[in-house]
């Protein structure tokens, strides 16, 4: 049995090929990130789209379509699987028919972070990479040093000062290196780079390496299974860096090239950013192939607060390709939204998962929806993490 089809990397600008038996970052010839092919004809006639959903359950069912050739390396906590939850309460006050909220609360580390952080370390693992570091708003850190203690990896992390201090304690518990550097995550990415270029640490930073997308990516197969292989009209995602949002619209070229979908109208997706952090929002509304850097970035999201974000091309490229858009909402919108989903649905939602409704609310009012469509919201993680910052 072949246990990954993973075939090369590719650059996701010029197409280079790169071989991923070899440690990989990004294009060495126009620096923009590597994304992960795989012998989809091979998985096509091979590979049984039902089988998979019998399998035992967690992100790993879907193997054949992650980056790791042997299982022996698959470093694994329970990450995948999360519930998609239909949103009756808040759906009948909007007049939405059909509202979902993908959960990744349950996930461990309370995030969607665990799922590329999985696959990046699992992968790491493979090519015998043994420290790794990361800058971090706060979620993926704590993700990257529990998956980098399960694997005996050495663990740096480059936090914001002003990150929860959830996620400072968690990454301290898993036995990292906690740095912490005044400003924002670009601060501390520069900081976290300059470290791991001379010292030799791998850096995981969003988009530096090919296989967090990876990760991330099975939300979009998850979400199809759940869907009886169909996809939903419209989703809407809080993006920070983007790795979810670029990951699933290449799991939907996937599964549309594997056949496995009932119906290949792929969703309209929507970017969801902080209006004090915004440079996704403003970049398509300008019609702009790139994002400019968002000087004085802040919001009560920590995640969402991504001045740009290294795929921003990517991002840009895809939302215009699914007929999406992107919507900046306040932080006052935010945290209604977050008492909302508690009060009605009973989700404590992470701010940036609470983002998604305020930006609901907003394509309501602009009728850019249609009452019966099929929407689904992401809530990124748990708000418990963020308890310091609610007073």
Known sequence: MTYSYISHLQCSKCGRAYPHQEVQTFCKECLAPLLAVYDLECVRREV???????????MWRWHELLPVVDASHVVFLGEGDTALLKLPNIGGEL?????????ESSNPTGSFKARGLGAAVSKAKELGIERVIIPTAGNAGGAMAAYAARAGMQAAVYMPTDTPRANMEECRIAGAEVVLVEGVISDAAKRAGERARAEGWFDLSTFKEPYRTEG????????????????????????????????MWKAFAELEALGWLNDTKRPRMVAVQAAG????????????AVCDFWENAHTVASGLRVPKSFAD???LKDLRASGGTAVAVSDEAILEAQRQLGRLE???AAPEGAATLAALKELVKQ???????????????TGLKYLDQMG
């Not at 007049?95 to 959960?103: A, I, M, Q």
């Not at 299974?225 to 419209?234: I, N």
């Not at 009728?367 to 993680?381: I, K, M, S």
């Open 367 to 381: 009728q850019w929806l249609d009452p019966a469509e099929r929407v689904v919201l992401f809530n990124t993680g």
């Open 48 to 58: 049984d789209r039902d089988e998979i959903s019998r399998r035992a359950k967690g």
């Open 277 to 288: 952090c915004a440079p996704v929002v403003k970049a398509f509304e300008k019609g702009a």
């Open 216 to 247: 991330k990516k099975i939300m979009g197969y998850e979400l199809a299974e759940q869907l009886g292989w169909e996809l939903p009209d419209v989703i809407i995602y809080p993006t920070g860096g983007g790795t979810g949002l670029v990951g």
């Open 313 to 315: 091309a990517l991002i």
């Open 95 to 103: 007049g939405l028919f059909n509202l979902f909220v993908k959960d």
């Open 346 to 348: 009973g989700i404590f």
